[in-house]
């Protein structure tokens, strides 16, 4: 039978019979008559098969691929951050590949192990008791306990300590007091002194002072506990110093207990007792040392929370971390406790202050602060560039102007004469002849006065009138054609001359085409020569001071490389004269030098300091401390902390606070504010 059944699979051609699926479909009929008998098998068979693989398809869901096009290509991190951040409805565990699950794994495994083994990660490498302190992976230390303080303590005076140059912990254990059980102490202890007190008042013996304060003392705390005015506590109070030579660490201790003996706080060194201070410096809060001494709520007051320098408003911009007390500095410069809201900030090159005025900028432009800047080297170039702002470069080769007879327009709040404006103009435009030709005499000031009048009329701009709009602005070449023919006038023509047809005809000479009407706007004068710097600063100065009379509206005024317009008086006096006004119309200046030899050479340099309570100060020289010390008066600390401060460091006067800080910036703002000169 099963010979007879090969011979029907061997023997027919099943080509005709296949249809859609793998195996064959026979027709009896045509089968050859001496193969019939066995075709019955072939058919039981054959409906067997159909009937398994029809329950088969029915019942096994159809596979279906959930491979992620997206995460092809990528690093393992990278898919499994991705498939991390799917929703759960469109995960599924077989999107993850055989490489995708041995990473997992790996991963697993190592992050369990470094769990199970975290205490040999953050354990010491060794440690090393002695007699008077402990060293720790190489970094010594030393604790002292604070066995006595007086009944009072000005709280400020904590302010002294928190500004100790060193690396320090102080650490307080609070224990709490039955006040009932401690009036039974503390009348005990006064019926002591009182009794000490009548004797030597019936030997008639010069009493104590001492006694009689704690006797006063004891009394005024039994009658506040009795009263609920004060609660009694147990204070254990511990300062642990580091350094990492030990010759280092015996010097601060002495500084340190020189620090607290001028509070009148005794504190004695935890002698032979290094083991158990370790572990009460610990963040454990086990008190091993357990050296209390007697408090009440009010001498509390002068150590906890401590009383620092700080400087903290509600609003406005965070400029980084206080070095003495890691709180963050957050400061508004509109603060209406300011006399003003100007700034100086001084450094010596490659110290960052660029960086830093950068992201002061950055900062206050996020909250709607018009910021305007005078660059003489280029380096606001890329960030006004990123920003979307207006970049204004003022050369000799360049086509964009500003022309120093433009009219200032009006102050909305301010009632005006027929002619101030136009008045206020030519003494705007003698200065700056003054500062062009260096000097002029009062007889050609005479001169000049009468040539600029001229030159406006000749423009339908006179004094009679007080609407100067849709009229023809005069420039450069109009008031030397005027000089030119006036009598007197030759000579002042002839030193105007180079800016109206020599060398320097198109910076001065031409209309104005720019517009500052952007919340951020640089005004570049890299491409200067030296000569044109101080008057071109002063008519850039000159021209924003206009506009910030016309519309008041909170703006900054950048002013880099200050020490440039002091070179010369006209233009060092328009300056202050500009610092001292400037809050009227809510504009707050910050004023950049490097150079401090120059900056205070000027007579105005101080005045300028002075008129500034916002003060930055980084990293200096060894030879400009001495000038700075004698204008601002500083601590030998911060004298130390000036020379050998690091890029991301400063110090900050404001009020009557000086605090250092840590610049605290983003990575994207670290690349975002590049100082590199473009």
Known sequence: MI????????????????????????????????????TWLLWMLRSFFDAWVSWTASSTPKKQTHENKSIVGMPLKDQVQYLMRLPDEEYSDKQLTSELRKYILETDSHHAWIIADYKSHIAPSFWQLEWMNCNI????????????????????????????????????????EDSAWMQTVLRTKSTQIKAELNESQRKWITVDTDLELKYRDVETIRQKLATHEESYFELGMYITIYQEEKDKLNENGKKLEQLFSSLWV???????????????TFPLCIDELGITRSSISTSLAWSFPFISSDIFTKTWILYGVNLHTWSLIIFDRFNSSLPNMNSVVLATSWAWKSFTVKLEIMRYLMNGIEVMVIDPENEYKSLCEKLGGTYINISTWSSQFIN?????????????????????????????VHILIWWISAQDESILDKAIQTTYQLKWITVEEDDYSNKEIPIMQDL???????????????????????????????????????????????????????????????????QVRSVKKKRMLVCDEAWIMLQNDTSANFLFWLIKRARKYWLWITTISQDIEDFMKSKYGKP?????????????????????????WLSEAEKHRLVSSNVWEWLIFAWNQHVAIKVLASPWEKAFLTTDVA
């Open 404 to 432: 120093p007879f433009d009219l200032p327009p009006k102050i909305s709040d301010r009632d005006y004469g027929t002619w101030d404006l136009l008045r206020w103009k030519i003494m705007d435009l003698i200065w700056l």
């Open 266 to 280: 005794k504190i004695k060194p935890a002698v032979q007792r290094m083991d158990e201070w370790l572990v009460s």
């Open 137 to 176: 992976s190489g970094l010594f230390s030393k604790t002292y306990y604070v066995q006595d303080y007086p009944s009072y303590v000005e709280a400020l005076r904590t302010r002294d300590i928190l500004s100790f140059e060193c690396k320090w912990d102080i650490w307080f254990f609070l224990y709490k």
């Open 480 to 546: 030397y054609n005027i000089l030119d023919g006036m009598e007197w006038g030759e000579e002042l023509a002839l030193k105007l001359s180079k800016y109206v047809t020599w060398t320097f005809a198109k910076i001065f000479n031409n209309q104005t085409n720019v517009d500052v009407n952007n919340p951020l706007t640089v005004f570049s004068i890299r491409d200067l020569e030296d000569a044109l710097k101080t008057p071109a600063m002063y008519s850039v100065l000159n021209y924003i001071w206009a």
């Open 608 to 632: 300028i300091l002075s008129n500034s309570p916002f003060q930055i100060l980084l990293k200096q020289s060894t030879t400009s401390i001495k000038t700075m010390d004698s204008l601002l």
């Open 3 to 38: 010979d007879s059944f090969k011979n029907v699979v061997y023997d027919t051609d099943y080509t005709a019979f296949v249809q859609q699926w793998w195996y064959p479909s026979v027709d009896i009929s045509q089968l050859e008559p001496d193969k019939k008998k066995p």
